[in-house]
């Protein structure tokens, strides 16, 4: 078995290099991802982390287990980053090149909004966890939208612009569609960026420089940090984390 990394050490592998502004979004996933991960992995320790790009995540959270990274893009292998302990695998998350119960963990953070048939990449998840094994998840919510979208217009790219840039194939999804693609409800859920935070969110997102955007981060940040540190699984968030045990 291998023990997750503590939650200090998970937030510090943060890829931004401003996490508490322009990261601080990805900062709230990263701790709802560890709200949901099991303590250990159960097994001999091996993750599938299914498009996982660059981010590394599933190598931060676990950083002693044995990690195969699979994503559709090839060019991703020469830009894995280079203290990850994974293998990577070019391969497509509706048709996984592996056995039955093959690891212990499978993740999908931020995945399933790409995919078109997000049904059979659930079920492939499912397949080749091991029993008693967990698949992790994050979403957007079906309603996910800037907050502050309104009144940021100007300096904001609007969100079809934004959902086409990162490929997505729907906004999100609402809790019973995806107990829908697993056939069952989660173990565990944890939301992140709430009304307060997603406001550091949507200035990271925007088309101000940088000066503007520190300015903005310093009047905003008493009221941010007291979200940040308020918020609890159960809080309202425009995404989400989950965890489904086979």
């Known amino acids: 078995m291998i023990k997750k990394a503590p939650l200090g050490r ?7 290099p401003n996490g508490l502004t322009d990261g601080l979004f990805y900062r709230e996933k990263m701790r709802a ?27 931060i959270l676990y950083p002693e287990a044995e990690i195969v990274t699979l994503d559709i893009d090839p060019e991703l292998a020469e ?24 690891f212990d963990i499978v993740t999908l953070f931020d995945v399933l ?20 094994g967990q698949v992790l998840i994050s979403t957007p919510e079906a309603k996910w939208h800037y907050p502050y979208f309104s009144v940021m217009k100007r300096c904001c790219p609007h969100e079809s612009e934004l959902m086409q840039e990162w490929g997505h194939v729907r906004r999100g999804y609402k809790d019973p569609e995806l107990a829908a693609l697993f056939d069952r409800s989660p173990e565990r859920r ?20 940088r000066r503007r955007r520190k300015v903005l981060y310093a009047l905003a940040a008493p009221l941010t940090m007291v979200g940040y540190l308020m ?7 425009t ?8």
């Not at 996982?52 to 995540?57: A, E, N």
């Not at 995404?239 to 086979?246: G, I, P, V």
Request: hydrophobic share 35%; aromatic share 10%; charged share 20%.
């Open 239 to 246: 995404e989400t984390a989950f965890a489904w045990r086979k």
């Open 33 to 59: 991802i560890h709200r949901v991960a099991p303590k250990e992995t159960g097994g001999s320790g091996q993750v599938l982390e299914i498009g996982g790009g660059r981010s590394g995540l599933a190598s």
């Open 79 to 102: 830009h894995q980053p280079s203290w990850t302990n994974s293998t990577f695998i070019c391969g497509n998350a509706c048709s996984l090149p592996f056995a039955d119960d093959s």
């Open 190 to 209: 944890a939301t992140f960026i709430n009304p307060v935070t997603a406001f550091f969110h949507d200035v990271s997102f925007s088309r101000l420089g």
């Open 113 to 132: 909004e790409h995919i078109e048939d997000d049904r059979l990449a659930a079920q492939e998840a499912l397949r080749v966890v091991r029993p008693g």
């Open 10 to 16: 998970f937030l510090s592998g943060n890829p931004y």
């Open 231 to 237: 918020h609890r699984p159960s809080t309202r968030g």
